[in-house]
């Protein structure tokens, strides 16, 4: 089992930054591949980053490309979210997840909210 803890989500105003940070538990953090989502209240959770094992590959969403880098620090078993140039629409709660085959994520954290305002 993996339990994982997000952080560091608040409000912000459009332009600014936050970073998200993702702890897990156990000893095996650097073998999972991990994702972070978000979700707003009536939409589907949307996938907006993802990073391997070593943190040598990793994936954007259209939406988030180029203002948001995904990052982690094996030693520390956490995954950051550095999010420049926010936007009202990254207004969610956000959550990260380990990924358990391709495009399926589970032991999702309780999530961070994220509020942009215009």
């Known amino acids: 089992q993996v339990q994982l803890v997000e952080s560091g989500g608040g409000l912000v105003q459009t332009g600014g930054s936050l970073r998200l940070s993702c702890a897990a538990s156990?000893?095996?953090?650097?073998?999972?591949?991990m994702g972070w989502f978000r979700q707003v209240p009536g939409k589907e959770r949307e996938l907006v980053a993802s990073?391997?094992?070593?943190?040598?590959?990793?994936y954007y969403s259209d939406s988030v490309e180029g203002r948001f880098t995904i990052s982690r620090d094996n030693a520390k078993n956490t995954v950051y979210l550095q999010m420049n140039s926010l936007k009202p629409e990254d207004t969610a709660v956000y959550s990260c997840?380990?990924?358990?085959?391709?495009?399926?994520?589970?032991?999702w954290g309780q999530g961070t909210q994220v509020t942009v305002s215009s």
């Open positions: 990073i391997d094992r070593s943190g040598g590959s990793t």
């Open positions: 156990g000893r095996t953090f650097s073998s999972y591949n």
């Open positions: 997840a380990v990924r358990i085959v391709w495009g399926k994520y589970a032991y």
